[in-house]
Structure formats: C-alpha cells, structure tokens
C-alpha cells in the first residue's frame, strides 16, 4: 500500500509560481514510478509529467513543458512539481500518483492521492 498526500496549491495570478508537493508513505518509496495528474471541471484528467524510480527520466505533457518541473527526493519520501509561468488554463485539481512499473502518461497508475487545488487568475 502506498498513501500520497498533496501539499502546496493555492490562488495566484497569471505568471506566477508555484511548488507542489507529494509525500509519500507505505512501501519503499524509491520503488515506484511517480506522476502529476491534473482534472479541471467537467474535463477528463490528464497527463501532466512523471518521473521514474531514480528521477533520471522526466516525461511532460506538450502543454507545460519548459514551464513545469517534476522532481523526487527519495531520501524524504516526496514528489516535486515547480510549476513556473502559470496560465489560467492550468486552472485544475492536481493529483500525485504511484505505480510499481513505468505506465509514462497513461492514466492507470495503482495510487493516487486525494488532491490539491491550483486556480490561476488572469
């Protein structure tokens, strides 16, 4: 069993930033592929970017590339995302997930966790 737990959303204008994190806990954390998944309302959720085991192996979405960063700190337990140059069309719920092997950006990772808002205005 793997419990993630998002941390880090909030309210901020067109432009900014912000970090979203993901703390892990169950089995060894270094043993899964993690991810950012992102629902707005009455939208599908959809691939944001993941990362393997060792973090050497970042995957984006078309959409933020070159303006998010995903990260991991095996050591702490935890998932990174540096979200830069926001747009109001990243406006959504955004969910941390975990799966044992690599799915990339298909949606059928094994846990996912209860997730946190991020509302960008213009």
């Known amino acids: 069993q793997v419990q993630l737990v998002e941390s880090g959303g909030g309210l901020v204008q067109a432009g900014g930033s912000l970090r979203l994190s993901c703390a892990a806990s169950g089995r060894t954390f270094g043993s899964d592929a993690m991810a950012w998944f992102r629902q707005a309302p009455g939208k599908e959720r959809e691939f944001v970017a993941t990362?393997?085991?060792?973090?050497?192996?970042?995957y984006y979405a078309d959409s933020v590339k070159g303006r998010f960063t995903i990260s991991r700190d095996n050591a702490k337990n935890a998932v990174y995302l540096q979200m830069n140059t926001l747009k109001p069309d990243d406006t959504a719920v955004y969910y941390c997930?975990?799966?044992?092997?690599?799915?990339?950006?298909?949606?059928?990772?094994?846990?996912w966790g209860q997730g946190t808002q991020v509302t960008v205005s213009s």
């Open positions: 990362i393997s085991r060792s973090g050497a192996r970042p």
């Open positions: 997930a975990a799966n044992r092997l690599w799915v990339g950006s298909e949606v059928r990772y094994e846990y």
